[in-house]
């Protein structure tokens, strides 16, 4: 009897145990920018929640900061100067000409440069890291200084089918008074350098902090266009144990009187047999 009865006070034990949140849930809201306004150029044509989209760099007048999809090659995506595409498997036939296009003129048309939407999925952000290029932040809050946080998002480079040669593409981010930079992504003409991963630890300082981002790239005049998609800022820390409390939890106590009386039910029967 005492063989069979162990083993069920083991799982009226089992009972009692209580289930822990997770402590690694990200403190970015929107890291995969799927809160927007549809696609297009930011401000002008569409919106982005949660993030905030600085001045540019260069001094010009509307940043050339954008929300993508997986259309991008196809259909584009709108500013103030007409539609934009990308280089890609989907490219319509067309001929760019005018101011921007270099060579000019030049035709365009479908190439299988494996031109595709990040493993994040749905919508991203995408930056003309050589014009009017401009950082966008989200501030972070529920911080604890002195903790460490883990940082993570894909990246990739693009060009607009309004311009052919070599270009590269990288982003550079800031948290808080922390700063580091991509490895850089080396794009051919008419390229898709493919999504790659980026992971950085930080040490927060304070209980609130800026997260930016820029992107970086060249040459002038070959849109070196910088994708971003899925970022996430976790803490890995582990929470801290739960002081000890010799009084059971009423909730806890039920479900170990509930238990207890179901073993001892079930003995009686064993008993009876």
Known sequence: MR???LPMLATAGLLTVLTVPSH????????????NGGTGQIANITTLSNWTVGSTTDGAPYPFTFVLDGNADSTGFQSPFGTIRIWGPNTPSGTSSGPGSNPDPHPYGAVANGFTTSPDGGYFFGADAAYANAPISQTIGG???GN???????????????ALGPNYEGWQVTFGGDSASTSTLNNSSMGFTGWQSFSQTFTATSASQTLSFLATGG???LPPFALLDGVSLTDPTPPPPPPPS?????GSMGLAIGGFLGVLGMARRLRTR
Do not use: C
Not at 148 to 162: C, I, K, M, R
Not at 246 to 250: G, I
């Open 219 to 221: 040459p002038s005049g």
């Open 148 to 162: 460490t946080y883990q940082l993570s998002f894909s990246y990739a480079g693009a060009q607009f089918v309004d």
């Open 24 to 35: 690694a849930a990200n403190l970015v809201q929107n890291g995969s920018f799927e809160s």
């Open 143 to 145: 911080l604890t200084p």
């Open 3 to 5: 063989n069979v009865l």
């Open 246 to 250: 010799d009084t059971p939890e009423p």
